[in-house]
């Protein structure tokens, strides 16, 4: 049997309970170690799910503890600290997203942890919910032939902002939170991309970041995509949080819609199947999508650890996407196309 992996979860806001359950659920891997400067929320997760060992500062913790990894559930501005900390102990690091405010930051994390010899993955998750994955496949397979056009959609009117205030607050919203999980799906299905057009707006007047943008990319592949995210949809079902997918290729198309029903066009006629993901024990409708995904990552990094190989979305994976969140802020701001910055 593996090693099992002994892990510090630092950050137990929001979304960390994700991590907690999924990282239970991985037999050689183990959190063994809290932190948070929340006095009250880590209480909270340490008694949540039986973890004494509970820190407020995180560098008290790497010190004290025998950990093999950390995993860094905090906000963005706290990432490029704490990812150099644990590169600093030659500890392996998993990063929400977003990676980094800014490409120089992101670049300097994943320079710490390649001079430290250690692995540095971002919880980059989309790309592992089930219905993604059966794309993915599927055009791997050749089921529609050589793709030339695909969209990317993800429209609601769901309220992000209750569970997570903060959101509300900053000046970049939907791209930055949203769009940068589409952006990077879009890298997983069609490649990296040379150049985007982007164009935001603002409807809801409570917040005073976008909540809509739409984001045209031209793929090396030659594939053109369609990126658009929208909190300011209101549709007749709620589909939060699904993520629509559209492909057409040479020999047929592909569409992933509501309910995960996954359907395949071609030349012969039309198959639909059933994609959708596993309702966790610990999950709960709708975000089972999501959870799951957060075990499937979690999983894949625990895997990539016992083999000493780089996870699919490392910190210099990830470089390429954080690129196209900033491009698409810059062609947002300056109404032109814009090539992302080679990282």
Not at 176 to 185: A, K, Q, S
Request: glycine content about 6%; charged content about 20%; aromatic content about 8%.
């Amino acid at each position: 049997m593996p090693e099992v992996l002994r892990g510090a979860l630092i950050g137990c806001g929001f979304f960390a309970a994700n991590h907690l359950h999924a990282w239970r659920d991985i037999a050689d891997a183990s959190i063994v170690a809290l932190c948070d400067r929340d006095a009250a929320r880590l209480h909270a997760a340490g008694e949540s799910f039986g973890i004494m060992a509970r820190y407020q500062d995180a560098a008290a913790l790497l010190d004290a503890e025998r950990i093999d990894f950390v995993d860094i559930a905090t906000t963005v501005a706290s990432h490029r600290p704490l990812v150099e900390l644990a590169a600093s102990r030659r500890i392996p690091a998993i990063c929400q997203k977003p990676f980094a405010a800014t490409l120089a930051d992101a670049q300097a994390m994943v320079e710490a942890t390649a001079r430290a010899g250690i692995a540095l993955m971002v919880h980059e998750n989309f790309r592992w919910q089930t219905p993604l994955l059966a794309v993915r496949q599927a055009i791997a397979a050749g089921r529609i032939g050589t793709p030339f056009w695909g969209r990317i959609s993800f429209r609601s009117a769901y309220d992000v902002f209750s569970g997570q205030p903060y959101l509300a607050q900053g000046t970049r919203f939907i791209i930055e939170d949203l769009g940068i999980h589409l952006l990077d799906v879009a890298r997983f299905l069609f490649g990296d991309a040379a150049r985007l057009t982007a164009r935001t707006a603002r409807v809801n007047p409570a917040i005073r970041g976008e909540d809509v943008a739409t984001i045209m990319l031209d793929h090396v592949s030659g594939v053109t995509s369609i990126v658009d995210c929208s909190y300011a949809s209101r549709l007749e079902r709620e589909p939060f949080p699904q993520t629509f997918v559209e492909v057409d290729g040479s020999a047929g198309t592909l569409r992933l819609g509501q309910d995960y029903r996954l359907t395949i066009a071609d030349a012969a006629g039309a198959e639909t199947t059933d994609v959708s993901p596993r309702l966790l024990p610990w999950a709960s409708r709708p975000w089972h999508n999501i959870q799951e995904s957060v075990l499937n990552i979690q999983r894949h990094w625990v895997t990539c650890l016992h083999e000493g190989r780089e996870p699919d979305t490392s910190g210099r994976d990830n470089l390429q996407t954080l690129a196209l969140v900033q491009a698409a802020y810059a062609s947002a701001a300056t109404g032109s196309p814009v090539a992302p910055a080679a990282p």
